[in-house]
């Protein structure tokens, strides 16, 4: 894999991520 599909590939993973973590923090919080 080149450093541009892995660059792709991580930022597209952490787009994903981030939202769903602050989800994940936010659904503990109302817990």
Not at 3 to 15: D, P
């Amino acid at each position: 894999m080149s450093t541009v599909e892995s660059h792709i590939v991580l930022s597209t993973t952490w787009s994903t991520y981030r939202p769903a973590s602050r989800l994940i923090q936010s659904a503990f919080c109302n817990l």
